[in-house]
């Protein structure tokens, strides 16, 4: 029979897993503590742990993490990962270093289902959906490579679902890895730092009353219905409308503020009436808009706006009283724009392997 691997399980799983076969529903807790928060990942180090239950991991689970099969740091110490699966599928992760942070950039699909027009990651379509401890095996597997390799104290503090994939197509796997990045017996992420992307899949994002409350951002990039169709098919089916009304429904606690992920195109959204769309699709109190310069690439017609107009699309929504931050795009020289390394690869531009 092949091994359950340990990290597809959240702590009730887990507790339930060990129940079931006898061991006691805290040597859970405990094993959490080991794995996830002190990142021990050899049982023989496991000191308050039997050798039964020791025993019984090491028949029934599997401990390993996915393999790095390439990284390449960027000259703003951007790092990007192309991480390996069992099947030789790869998702890349990217570590992005700010001054009082480390965030991770992790994909829940290989490739992605929505076929946005302006995305690398799109025109691959769906590989498949990662599995939960795919997904967690990417934090553990990016975090620990840098301990070795570069400081044993190496921690991410926020995690950003902005990788390949639409992390609400894969909802389920995406909600049990989430839960296993907050519990504080492990990982201990708190909840305003991590942040789910989703370009709008409307039933989930109602089904969002029954996912942990993290950070929620709309890939938006159009404030009106044919250019949003244009960049984003999805928008056939899920408009403006229903996208709105969607948000509207879901709690409002939780998601104080809802950022609206905006990628700027020379002449196709970059205009006053854009403006306007944005104004008046927005509630000004519960909103901010995260701007991103379109990221060239050869294969795309689409350009990015000059600096001039990028900055004056900004002032007009910061003096209509919109909270409104740029994106630098980082880690250019490695292709470190989401989506875009993979695909570099596949088309064997890249030879990574090497
Ligand atoms: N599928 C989800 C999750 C992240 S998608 C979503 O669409 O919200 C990957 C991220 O990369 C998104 O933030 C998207 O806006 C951004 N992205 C994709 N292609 C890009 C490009 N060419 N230039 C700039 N950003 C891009
Ligand atoms: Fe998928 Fe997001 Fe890329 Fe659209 S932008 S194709 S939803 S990964």
Same mark, same amino acid.
């Given at each position: 029979m092949e091994k359950i691997s340990f990290y597809s399980l959240n702590l009730d799983d887990l507790r339930e897993l060990f129940v079931q076969n006898g061991f006691k529903a805290f040597s859970a807790n405990q094993l959490f503590g080991w794995v996830?928060?002190?990142?021990?990942?050899?049982?023989?180090?496991?000191?308050?742990?039997?050798k039964t239950l020791k025993e019984f991991i090491s028949e029934k689970m599997d401990l390993s993490l996915p393999k790095i099969v390439w990284q390449g740091e960027s000259k703003d110490g951007t790092r990007k990962f192309l991480v390996g699966m069992k099947d030789g599928q790869s998702v890349e992760a990217v570590a992005i270093p700010a001054k009082d942070r480390l965030t991770l950039c992790l994909s829940?699909?290989?490739?992605?289902?929505?076929?946005?027009?302006?995305?690398h990651t799109g025109t691959?379509?769906?590989k498949r959906h990662l599995s939960t401890d795919e997904i967690v095996g990417q934090l553990l597997a990016t975090e620990k490579w840098m301990r070795d390799n570069i400081d044993t104290k190496i921690q991410y503090t926020n995690m950003v679902?902005?990788?390949?994939? *639409?992390?609400l197509h894969n909802y389920e796997n995406v909600k049990s890895a989430t839960e296993i990045f907050l519990n504080d017996l492990g990982l201990g992420f708190g909840q305003r730092r991590i942040t789910l992307s989703t370009s709008g899949l409307v039933p989930q994002i109602i089904k969002l009353a029954n996912f942990p409350p993290v950070n929620l951002a709309i890939s938006l990039h159009a404030a009106h219905d044919d250019v949003r169709t244009e960049l984003m098919p999805i928008n056939k089916v899920y408009d403006l409308k229903r996208l709105f009304e969607a948000l509207k429904s879901i709690p409002l606690k939780a998601y104080r503020r809802i950022t609206y992920e905006y990628i700027l195109i020379r002449d196709l959204n970059d205009q006053m009436k854009d403006i306007q769309g944005l104004l008046s699709l927005l509630d000004k109190r519960k909103s901010k808009i995260n701007l991103i310069p379109f990221n060239e690439y050869? *294969?795309?017609h689409f350009k990015k706006p000059s600096d001039k107009q990028i900055m004056w699309f900004q002032k007009q929504l910061l003096d209509n009283d919109i909270v409104c931050t740029i994106r630098t795009t980082k880690g250019a020289d490695i292709l470190a724009a989401c989506g875009q390394l993979k695909s570099e690869q596949e088309k064997g531009k890249l030879n990574l392997w090497e």
């Open positions: 996830y928060k002190r990142r021990v990942y050899n049982p023989e180090l496991w000191t308050n742990i039997s829940s699909q290989v490739g992605c289902a929505i076929g946005c027009t302006f995305c691959m379509g769906l679902y902005m990788g390949q994939g *639409e992390p050869p *294969e795309s």
